[in-house]
């Protein structure tokens, strides 16, 4: 069986690696700086610019768009357990910060979704329908 898309998959990871270990070194921390996450902007990259100018299969895109399902989630959840571990090994600010990070985030959901709070609709105020179809 083929699988397409690893080799493109691949080497934005190669090099997403090496781009996050020399920035650790640069920077002088004794860690891969962000590779993960540059190496999936870099496949997002590579792969829009293959495919603006025709030169991605579609079934080379399947294949990547399988790879992503399957591979971003184990990584992010991989990159999660490893940030807190250092969270609580680094003190209650660490701690503290990451609580923040969190609750700003689920506070832009409604601004980035471009639904405000006030205009859900609660559950209550919504017409039921029966067998008969009619609403009440």
């Known amino acids: 069986m083929v699988i397409y898309g690893v080799a493109l998959l691949a080497g934005c990871m190669l090099v997403g690696l090496i781009i996050g270990d020399v920035l650790g070194q640069l920077l002088g ?6 590779g993960v996450g540059i190496a999936m ?15 991605l299969p579609e079934s080379t895109e399947s294949g990547i768009n399988f790879w992503n399902a399957m591979y971003i989630p184990i990584v992010v959840a991989m990159a999660a357990s490893q940030n807190v571990a250092a969270a609580f090994s680094g003190g209650m600010v660490a701690i503290l910060a990451g609580a923040l ?3 700003l985030g689920l506070a832009m959901v409604p601004l ?14 919504r017409p039921v329908s029966t067998a008969q179809g009619r609403t009440h």
């Open 29 to 34: 921390i004794d860690a891969n700086l962000g």
């Open 112 to 125: 980035l979704t471009g639904k405000r709070v006030e205009d859900a609709t609660p559950l209550d105020a």
């Open 41 to 55: 902007l870099l496949l997002i990259f590579v792969t829009g610019y293959l495919k603006s100018h025709d030169h």
């Open 101 to 103: 990070a969190v609750v």
